[in-house]
Nanobody
Framework: QVQLVESGGGLVQAGGSLRLSCVASGSISSINVMGWYRQAPGKQRELVADITSGVTNYADSVKGRFTISRNYAKNWLYLQMNSLKPEDTAVYYC?????????????WGQGTQVTVSS
């Protein structure tokens, strides 16, 4: 099993920055992909960014503003968010996907609230 704990959310004005962190524990070596998702009120959860063996992928809405990074040695995942907009307001979730033997898993953190005021 993999456990994920996020931190770093909060309230920020539009144009500001926040850095989210996620620490993974458990069967770390089984993780293939780590990423950040977000869910705004009344909307579906959506991918923000993910990283696989150092290769990053971003949603179009955050390209050029957000940066995902992973410290493989210390099992940390980060999301640096710059030039924040009110539409970035959401609960942000850390995600890890991999395999336990032949069984695929999809682990989630508890989420951290990000609120951007206009």
């Amino acid at each position: 099993q993999v456990q994920l704990v996020e931190s770093g959310g909060g309230l920020v004005q539009a144009g500001g920055s926040l850095r989210l962190s996620c620490v993974a524990s458990g069967s770390i070596s089984s993780i293939n992909v780590m990423g950040w998702y977000r869910q705004a009120p009344g909307k579906q959860r959506e991918l923000v960014a993910d990283i696989t063996s150092g290769v990053t992928n971003y949603a179009d809405s955050v390209k050029g503003r957000f940066t995902i990074s992973r410290n493989y040695a210390k099992n940390w995942l980060y999301l640096q968010m710059n030039s924040l907009k009110p539409e970035d307001t959401a609960v942000y979730y850390c995600n890890a996907r991999g395999f336990h033997g032949p069984v695929r898993y999809n682990a989630w953190g508890q989420g951290t609230q990000v609120t951007v005021s206009s």
